[in-house]
Nanobody, 122 residues
Framework: VQLQASGGGLVQAGGSLRLSCAAS????????IGWFRQAPGKEREFVAA????????YYADSVKGRFTIARDNAKNTVFLEMNSLKPEDTAVYYC????????????????WGQGTLVTVSS
């Protein structure tokens, strides 16, 4: 499966953005999809994930209550709605696909998109 992330940009603190992850291939619905982010000089970290049928979602504590992940399998797309953005949310955001169990572990993801930059100004 090939993934392409989009929707990043510059936003003021407190603002909102919606990221999209578009996938190619007929097997999209057989993958759990995760969002990760990497800020300059920092390790890549888990943000959110959604199970293949959308029935289960997972969030990092740092984004819980502010970010919402959703998917539309008919359109091969996963969304990350980001509200109440903070400067510390500034990072390159990546979507990734996995069939493994540990959805919060980046090493378990086999396919990655190219990343989209989110910049939150204070």
């Amino acid at each position: 499966v090939q993934l392409q992330a989009s929707g990043g940009g510059l936003v003021q603190a407190g603002g909102s953005l919606r990221l999209s992850c578009a996938a190619s291939g007929r097997t999209f619905s057989s993958y759990d999809i995760g969002w990760f982010r990497q800020a300059p000089g920092k390790e890549r970290e888990f943000v959110a994930a959604i199970s293949r049928n959308g029935g289960s979602t997972y969030y990092a504590d740092s984004v819980k209550g502010r970010f919402t992940i959703a998917r539309d399998n008919a359109k091969n797309t996963v969304f990350l709605e980001m509200n109440s953005l903070k400067p510390e949310d500034t990072a390159v955001y990546y979507c990734a696909a996995t069939r493994r169990v540990r959805v919060t572990i980046s090493d378990d993801y086999a396919y990655w998109g190219q990343g989209t930059l989110v910049t939150v100004s204070s």
